[in-house]
């Protein structure tokens, strides 16, 4: 049975991030921004039947909400509890969403590594994630997940700070691109 163990606050103003007491995916994370995203995901499309929910993110042991700013996160969070409390894991999708990118460059596999092991876990400390949508011509476009997703520190500042991450731990000509 999962529940939720941990509530944190993320740079997002409209997000939070739910922390729970076991892993719900090991490797992959989901994000859907609509209702009619989450149709073939049974969390997911729980989740967004709760009132004012925008967008849902999970991996691992986080799952981040977005609400609007009307919503209330007290009811978001006891809708959650209740969903979570009865929720079957075996019911989430066993296969990865996300679509391996066919660039098997040397630096794209330094690109690659840099991403999952430096920049994925700072974001998921703050709810959020990234997906990397394609590297042509030293440009690596990037999507935003979760608390990311909308946030404007993120849109900014964290796009700069990996630019410079990959220009100093792989190569000075990277430009990085939100898509």
Known sequence: MFRIED??????PQAL??????????????????????????????????WGVVS???TGRIITIEK???????????????????????QIP???????????????KQITEVINTRVKPALERDGGGLEIIEFKNN?????YQGACG???????GTLVA?????RKDVNPDIVVISA
Do not use: H, M
Request: net charge negative; aromatic share 10%; glycine share 2%.
């Open 139 to 143: 440009v690596l476009k990037i999507r």
């Open 56 to 58: 849902v993110f999970y």
């Open 150 to 156: 909308s946030c404007p520190s993120a849109i900014r």
């Open 17 to 50: 991030k739910f922390v729970l007491n076991e892993r719900l995916l090991k490797y992959d994370a989901r994000q859907f921004n609509s209702a009619e995203e989450s149709k073939n995901d049974p969390l997911a499309s729980q989740i967004f039947e709760i």
């Open 94 to 108: 066993s296969e990865k969403i996300s679509k391996p990118l066919q660039n098997e460059t040397e630096i794209f």
């Open 68 to 90: 609007t700013p009307e919503a209330d996160w007290e009811e978001i969070r006891k809708g959650l509890s209740a969903i979570l409390t009865n929720f079957d894991k075996s």
């Open 162 to 166: 990996i630019e410079n991450l990959l």
């Open 7 to 12: 509530v944190d606050l993320t740079p997002n």
